[in-house]
């Protein structure tokens, strides 16, 4: 699944699928666009187009997505890696490593815009209420990987050195600086 979805609709009727801002696919050049069509088309599928999110903490219902608002994209990071088992280089100094199929560590790090308390609060509650541990600061992390062009999923813990540091304190109003998140993956082999 790519960072944009898009999902079929099931159209009523008198829908409007161009002022509803539906989509068409064009099987030949594999693209989704926008359709022009102003009455439902027996046959055809629409789509609505839904942006996506870079993180994603927890599953189901319980699910926390970072609003991208709290993510500075141009600090977004992420690695999706591969994990060697007894790798080694020989008496010629070549190095012999194979990687294992089902196990990748994930590593995502971001810092957010500077904050005020109530969308630090907001941010700091929607992650803590994600965690599987809190003692560990460990939960499920489902992230965008431009690599793989998909999102992975991978049992995290939240590194130890969140930094907060209060840029502004007035009146009873508080204002911080960037923070650095960093989620590091346990390389469990569930990870997908």
């Known amino acids: 699944m790519a960072y944009v979805s898009y999902t079929a609709v099931t159209p009523s009727v008198g829908d409007n699928p161009k002022s509803n801002g539906w989509y068409e696919y064009d099987s030949v050049n594999a693209l989704y666009f926008r359709t022009s069509d102003t009455t439902v088309q027996n046959g055809k599928t629409y789509y609505n187009r839904s942006n ?4 994603k903490l927890g599953s189901g219902g319980s699910a926390y997505t970072i609003p991208l608002k709290y993510i500075k994209a141009d600090t977004y990071k992420c690695v999706w890696s591969v994990t060697d088992v007894d790798s080694y280089r020989d008496a010629n100094g070549e190095l012999h490593r194979d990687g294992v199929l089902d196990r990748r560590i994930m590593k995502v790090e971001f810092e957010t815009p500077d904050l005020d308390d109530v969308d630090l609060q907001k941010l700091l509650s929607g992650i803590k209420g994600a965690y599987i541990s809190a003692v560990a600061k460990s939960c499920n ?8 062009g ?3 999923t991978d049992k995290c813990y939240l ?13 009873g109003k508080l204002r911080y600086d960037p923070i650095r998140f960093a989620f590091i993956g346990y390389g469990t082999s569930s990870a997908t």
Request: net charge negative.
């Open 159 to 171: 590194t130890s050195d969140v930094n907060i540091q209060i840029r502004y304190a007035d009146n």
């Open 150 to 152: 998909a999102y992975k």
């Open 52 to 55: 996506g999110y870079l993180v």
């Open 141 to 148: 992390v489902t992230a965008y990987m431009p690599e793989e």
